[in-house]
């Protein structure tokens, strides 16, 4: 438990993110898969969004720092969906689009991001809100 927690911090600390659209989303998360931060391994972060409306356009953007992980996808979850992506190192732009509005009512995934971690790194992790 202690190191899925460790491992929580970790990404926190790793990712930042602003979301910029239409309407106000009432909740954006995420949640990690094959979460080993030992070096050379890969992991998957799910983003999720929450709102009564539907999700139309959307500019997602992570910041991680490179020296600790590599940037290495981004896939939309709804296939109707279609992202355009710009990477620099240690920044992920994302532009989602959907015509029709992806339905986030409930929380809904809508990227899926793939790193691979390239060091190990002890964070102290300091919030501000």
Do not use: C, H
Not at 107 to 121: A, E, M, Q, R, Y
């Amino acid at each position: 438990m202690k190191k899925l927690f460790s491992i929580i911090l970790i990404l926190i600390a790793l990712l930042q993110i602003s979301l910029t659209s239409a309407f106000a989303t009432a909740s954006v998360s995420f949640e990690m898969q094959n979460a080993d931060m030992k070096p050379n391994r890969l992991f998957s972060v799910a983003l999720s969004a929450n709102s009564g409306n539907r999700l139309s356009a959307a500019t997602f953007e992570f910041t991680y720092d490179p020296d600790y992980i590599e940037f290495r996808k981004v896939k939309a979850v709804n296939n109707g969906s279609k992202i355009q992506v710009n990477k620099k190192s240690g920044k992920v732009k994302v532009v989602f689009l959907n015509s029709e509005g992806q339905n986030i009512s409930g929380g809904s995934d809508v990227l899926t991001l793939d790193f691979k971690t390239i060091k190990k790194k002890v964070l102290r992790i300091l919030t501000t809100r």
